[in-house]
């Protein structure tokens, strides 16, 4: 008796797909939100608790990363930007480290404006210093130990401001710093030991 050919013996095995790697992110960007399943009503409900919860925390941070008079601005893009890519955020969780890059990115990015500004421009010396808390809202905001250390950070590179300002100012964890700042853990307290330095003889330098 003739023993039966197995047909799947001479079927070619499937060569599996490559994986597609994700496009690669450009340094400093903001990572793009992925789908929370949210119906448009729960993401407005959601947005609104975003708000309320976190407005004044993330003026703050503009604030205290230079934004100066634009910090409003700044913190109302951050909120509108989240709105436009809810759809693709990772989770409803994961809104609150969207909304500190994004000002980080914006305010990082003002500050390249103003730079350039400066080079083509011929600013007086003591109206730039005298914008930085010109509002009252701001003034509110920034308790008076804040605004002694608030010139010295602005000579500090923007990692280095943005890492101490989200550890010592807004209380985050490393963890928490790196994922809002697009960097590694280790990045981070490099960031960190290295603005406090410098921020310590900038202080000390003005006692002087």
Not at 42 to 52: G, I, K, P, Q, V
Not at 106 to 117: D, E, F, G, P, S
Not at 124 to 149: H, I, N, W
Request: glycine fraction near 6%; include cysteine; aromatic fraction near 4%.
């Amino acid at each position: 008796m003739t023993a039966r050919k197995s047909v799947s013996a001479d079927l070619p095995a499937a060569v599996p797909e490559p994986a597609v790697a994700p496009p690669a992110r450009e340094p400093g960007t903001v990572p793009e939100p992925r789908n929370t399943g949210l119906n448009d009503l729960e993401r407005e409900a959601a947005m609104s608790a975003l708000f309320d919860s976190h407005h004044t925390q993330l003026l703050r941070l503009a604030l205290l990363l230079g934004a100066e008079h634009d910090a409003e601005d700044l913190v109302s893009e951050a909120f509108c930007e989240l709105h436009r890519r809810w759809r693709r955020l990772h989770s409803p969780e994961s809104a609150p480290a969207y909304l500190r890059s994004t000002v980080c990115n914006l305010a990082r990015m003002r500050i390249r404006h103003l730079q350039v500004r400066r080079r083509h421009a011929q600013f007086e010396a003591d109206g730039f210093g005298e914008r930085t808390m010109e509002s009252a809202e701001s003034s509110v905001l920034l308790r008076e130990d804040q605004r002694k250390v608030i010139a010295a950070l602005q000579t500090l590179s923007a990692r280095q401001r943005e890492a101490l300002v989200l550890r010592y100012w807004m209380g985050l964890k490393e963890s928490d710093i790196a994922e809002s700042m697009g960097i590694s853990v280790g990045a981070v307290k490099s960031h960190i030991f290295r603005g406090m330095s410098a921020l310590a003889m900038r202080i000390e330098g003005g006692r002087r």
